[in-house]
């Protein structure tokens, strides 16, 4: 499993609501990675780090932040949930130093409903 | 930036047969392609991968073909068994992104 936790793996919150998920992984890798998982869509990259407190954006990261303060943990934060954020959320590292090209690994995932 | 189409968006085949799930990808300068398998309420596992040096890559029942020219990759499953029974992505690296973009997914059912 890449040594990978996320929690909470499941929670239900209300509209406008802040939300943090936590990915936090054992093994010391530099790249970390969140995806959102939709029907239809695929997985698709929200943000992703490359080093404490280097991060960048990926294709739909509108409405999410991220933080990366240790090299163990790299949090998302939904700083106003929505309706539209109700999604699977799966965190990933690459096992490389190179990040690209390179495998990635996921995790468990983490189920957020907003209501 | 890199886009990764995936067909089709499902797939059934009878027990037994092959099956075939074909993806295409627009920058020419990716490299790497995996393909993930990812069971009901699971997280997504990769099963295969290739890289742009090489035309095709096999591990027992699966395998997988790239062709450059193209601009595409396949994923190929033969003998299918009812464990086969998931949703599949590809996906494509671009070099010196340090990330992956994945196809639509494609969600295959093994009739018995």
């Known amino acids: 499993d890449a040594g990978i936790t996320q929690s909470p793996r499941h929670k239900v919150t209300e509209t406008g609501t802040p939300v943090t998920l936590r990915c936090h992984q054992t093994e010391n890798h530099r790249y970390m990675y969140w995806y959102r998982q939709d029907p239809g869509h695929g997985l698709r990259l929200i943000h992703y780090s490359y080093g404490v407190k280097d991060t960048d954006k990926g294709e739909v990261s509108d409405g999410y932040s991220v933080s990366r303060s240790k090299t163990e943990d790299f949090l998302l934060t939904l700083e106003s949930a929505t309706s539209s954020q109700t999604s699977v959320y799966f965190c990933a590292i690459s096992e490389s130093n190179q990040g690209s090209g390179n495998t990635i690994y996921f995790g468990e995932g983490s189920w957020l409903t907003v209501v | 930036g890199e886009n990764v189409e995936q067909h089709p968006s499902t797939l059934s085949v009878q027990e037994g047969d092959s099956a075939v799930i074909k993806c295409t990808y627009s920058?020419?300068?990716?490299?790497?392609f995996p393909w993930y398998k990812q069971e009901l309420g699971k997280r997504p596992q990769l099963i295969i991968d290739?890289?742009?040096?090489?035309g095709e890559k096999k591990d027992q029942r699966i395998a997988v073909t790239l062709n450059k020219t193209a601009k595409h990759f396949s994923l190929h499953i033969t003998e299918t068994q009812p464990e086969d029974s998931a949703v599949y992505f590809c996906?494509?690296?671009?070099?010196?992104?340090?990330?992956?973009?994945f196809g639509q997914g494609t969600r295959l059912t093994i009739n018995p």
């Open positions: 920058d020419s300068a990716s490299n790497y």
């Open positions: 996906a494509a690296s671009i070099t010196g992104a340090q990330k992956l973009v």
């Open positions: 290739i890289r742009s040096n090489v």
